[in-house]
């Protein structure tokens, strides 16, 4: 339900990553060897906030509805409010090294907190999931790929003003409606990670609103955005 970098840069939803070029090496594609480059460029630069943050895949999201997503986790837009939250005591950990820190990576935050790198990542994702850290680019390393850092989402981008929880969910809800077309509530669901009763109720919400429009296929509600509405 949600539109890709890639589909952006090349026009197309199907993926060609590598050609053969002329010394017989595989090689990204022009279009591939954009999206690779820009995934990390775009949050270095903070234009756009990346990471793991709707699930286990990892997601652009711009920075205009950073406040909203912000405000349903309930804390305040401060950069150490992950304080507020119920959390492991290695997920504080991690937390606390990002804050004193600034930026670390997988390595440096396995360093500073003294834990295995199975444990590590794996609050890496709970906290990117909470929106408590995000990706704040590469650092390069001395072999192999880069390493990709991670900072506080709160103090990386400006989320200080929070709108009501009810508003967000409308702002977040018409988003993706008006750049998917038409989905169910269940689509809702799966591009946001909300239950689907929050998410019909959202949809409906919008549908009184004006903003979107309902219909039955074949006993299945369907919801799209109404004429004139912007993604």
Not at 106 to 127: I, M, N, S, T
Not at 182 to 197: F, Q, T, V
Not at 206 to 212: I, K, P, R, W
């Amino acid at each position: 339900m949600l539109p890709s970098l890639w589909e952006a840069i090349s026009g197309t939803r199907e993926v060609e990553w590598g050609i053969v070029d002329s010394s017989g090496r595989h090689v990204f594609t022009p279009e591939m060897a954009t999206c690779w480059a820009w995934k990390d460029e775009l949050p270095e630069r903070r234009l756009a906030c990346a990471g793991k943050h709707f699930g286990r895949w990892s997601v652009l999201i711009a920075p205009r509805l950073l406040a909203p997503l912000y405000a349903l986790t309930g804390r305040s837009g401060k950069a150490e409010d992950f304080r507020e939250d119920e959390r492991s005591p290695l997920q504080l950990e991690v937390a606390e090294a990002a804050l004193e820190e600034g930026p670390c990576t997988g390595p440096e935050l396995r360093a500073l907190v003294g834990a295995e790198k199975k444990q590590v990542d794996a609050a890496l994702v709970v906290l990117q999931r909470a929106l408590v850290l995000t990706n704040a680019g590469v650092i390069e390393q001395r072999q192999g790929w880069g390493a990709i850092a991670v900072d506080l989402l709160a103090r990386r981008f400006d989320v200080s003003t929070l709108p009501r929880e009810d508003e967000a969910r409308r702002l977040l809800a018409a988003t993706v409606l008006a750049a998917s077309g038409e989905l169910s509530a269940a689509d809702l669901g799966g591009a946001l990670g909300w239950r689907l009763k929050r998410s019909r109720e959202t949809l409906e919400e919008l549908v009184e609103l004006g903003s979107a429009r309902r219909r039955e296929h074949h006993g299945l509600a369907l919801w799209s955005a109404s004429p004139g509405t912007r993604a």
